[in-house]
């Protein structure tokens, strides 16, 4: 738990941070099967591309607290970004999407 004042309490989320595109991605789903067991499958842990614990709570707070400034996915140098139209289109609430695509009737 963050305290951002003494008695108050803030739940900290964690997030994603790709080697290459840095929080310039998203997981938009996964698969659960719970009856596929693979014991062969070798677990590899995940690379640490946030270099400092300086950066990570750098990270933590601009995710958490700063999150729509975009800044939070720039944490480490990265090879590709969101264009400025994925950016646009992110940045709109859901339920006006279809009127931004120009799908509106």
């Not at 997981?27 to 659960?32: N, P, T």
Request: aromatic residues 14%.
């Amino acid at each position: 738990m963050y305290r951002k004042t003494p008695g108050e309490k803030k739940k900290l989320y964690g997030v994603c941070i790709h080697p290459r595109y840095g929080g310039w991605f998203a997981i938009r789903g996964v698969l659960i099967f719970p009856d596929v067991q693979v014991p062969s499958l070798e677990q590899k842990l995940p690379v640490d591309c946030v270099s400092t614990d300086e950066k990570k709570i750098q990270l933590l707070n601009r995710f958490n607290f700063h999150w729509q400034d975009w800044t939070y996915r720039d944490i480490i140098d990265v090879e590709e970004r969101y264009s400025e139209e994925q950016m646009q289109y992110f940045a709109t609430p859901p339920a006006e999407r279809f009127k931004l695509l120009g799908l509106t009737k």
